[in-house]
């Protein structure tokens, strides 16, 4: 899928999850997930220009810092990730728009922003907002902390708007 093209779809005022969901799908399969998680959407998300500027992180180096987690994780066991070929499964699938499950937290991150706003005047700060909101625990916080994001300051910024 392309990266192009839809940006304005998404921050149109009948924003919906679908878009949203679709790209969050291809980057777990990017990533080689068997389900979308909170990571995945956040990912998603870095496609709408509204939530990089508020991140100031782009995609690529959202991409980068997700995977050296995942090899971090998988030093910490004794496997060395540069040894494993991503699943070339996931490329095909991604083209044919493989619908993947979300994992509970990435469920309730969507539903909660739901509850929050409503479907009127849903856009994709409010999910952004929800993503960074979650437990510290969750992978997201994990990721922003990476990237040198202040998460707690985005959220407030989020808010204002």
Known sequence: MSDRGREGHRSAPS???????MDACEEAL??????VGNEHLLLAL??????????GVDLDAARRALQAMDEDDLA?????????D??????????FGAKLP???????????????????GLSPRHLLRQLLARSDADV??????????????VIARLQEV
């Open 15 to 21: 924003y919906s999850f679908g878009a949203t969901y």
């Open 30 to 35: 990017r990533c080689g997930d068997r389900k």
């Open 46 to 55: 870095l496609r709408d220009s509204t939530c990089r500027d508020s991140l």
């Open 76 to 84: 910490a066991i004794g496997v060395d990730a540069r040894q494993c």
């Open 86 to 95: 991503a699943p070339p499964l996931a490329v095909h699938l991604s083209r």
């Open 102 to 120: 979300l994992t509970p937290s990435a469920k309730g991150a969507l539903s909660d922003t739901v509850k929050t706003v409503g479907r009127r």
């Open 140 to 153: 997201v916080s994990a990721l922003v902390a990476r990237l040198g994001v202040d998460r707690l300051a």
